[in-house]
């Protein structure tokens, strides 16, 4: 069997995705993976096992430059490789127009076919025209937790919904592995929305309790913004703050694998510390926790949600998770 994961963006749903990979390996001896997403984030993908193909899409960039040349052939150039081998099912697990255009022009077999959403579950993107444009709907529950969503999407559309794999804790098949002796605590403070930021007082004031207990502070930047945040940020805490490298995902990857800890507001780098079962906080500033909050270990927790945490909620929690996490 061979299966289409259509899942573009954003980050944070792409890592969330993840665990269906070992799902479906798990459920579907022989299966084939292949997967359809967003240029920015193959990279990424390249490091999770399981996969036979990641196919890079620059749908965010062409839309830019639609009557391009070059554009026109760059989309020529990525519906061919689409379509080079066909597939028994392919699952549009980001539920809008633009992915399920996407899998509509996947060459399936005889008796292949196309799958998506039946409807809008609470805090999550849809698009309900997807419903009519793809062969077949799944009906999932209106309150679920992103990951959950994804897991039972494809467990229902590929029938092995039954067999408990479920009920298991999702796993995430990223090929990295960590030094023994981890060290550092990174602060993962980027996002692309105002309504998830923590306060820049907040960073520096937690970041002054890590520094007198000994721990160094990482500062990740991602464009020319981030830069000057946590430039100012080490500036304030001194030497045992150091500003990483603007880097690819996959290095980012390395560098966070060998972390002692992870503080995180609600963003894709967060939710790749929750993927490499680090001790991980993430900071709410917004009620999303229900959807998309670590679940189910004791060593990863988040705190706000109906309101922006304090630096006490957001010590106490890292004094929790790292408790926890001595006694895995």
């Known amino acids: 069997m061979r299966v289409l994961i259509v899942k573009l963006s954003s980050l944070g749903d792409v890592i969330q995705t993840m665990p269906v990979i070992e799902d479906m390996k798990a459920c579907l001896p022989g299966v084939t993976i292949d997967w359809v997403v967003e240029e920015a984030f193959a990279d990424l993908l390249n490091h999770v096992q399981g996969l036979a193909r990641v196919i890079p899409c620059g749908e965010r960039r062409w839309r830019k430059s639609r009557f391009q040349r070059e554009t026109r052939q760059e989309w020529a150039q990525f519906w061919q490789t689409l379509r080079d081998v066909p597939y028994d099912a392919v699952i549009d697990f980001q539920g809008l127009i633009k992915s399920a255009r996407i899998a509509r022009g996947a060459r399936l077999t005889p008796n292949g076919f196309t799958v998506t959403y039946a409807n809008k579950s609470d805090l999550c993107a849809y698009e309900w025209p997807v419903k009519w444009l793809l062969q077949k709907s799944v009906t999932m529950e209106k309150k679920i937790h992103a990951v959950a969503r994804y897991r039972a999407l494809a467990a229902r559309a590929l029938n092995y919904e039954s067999v408990g794999v479920l009920q298991r804790m999702p796993t995430y098949p990223l090929a990295v592995a960590p030094h023994e002796l981890r060290k550092g605590v990174m602060f993962a403070h980027g996002t692309t929305r105002l309504d998830n930021e923590w306060p820049f007082e907040s960073w520096v004031q937690l970041g002054k309790r890590l520094i007198q207990q000994g721990e160094s502070v990482l500062l990740p930047q991602a464009n020319s913004i981030e830069a000057d945040l946590v430039q100012q940020m080490a500036n304030v ?29 609600d963003s894709g780098l967060g939710h790749l510390a929750v993927a490499l079962n680090l001790p991980v906080v993430q900071l709410f500033s917004q009620p999303r926790i229900e959807r998309a909050g670590p679940v189910g270990a004791s060593h990863q927790c988040a705190v706000g949600g109906d309101h922006v945490p304090s630096v006490d909620e957001a010590w106490n929690a890292y004094l929790t998770c790292l408790a926890a996490d001595t006694q895995r």
């Open 237 to 265: 805490l001194g030497d045992h703050a150091h500003v990483l490298p603007r880097m690819k995902l996959s290095d980012v990857l390395h560098n966070m694998a060998n972390c002692r800890a992870v503080v995180s507001v």
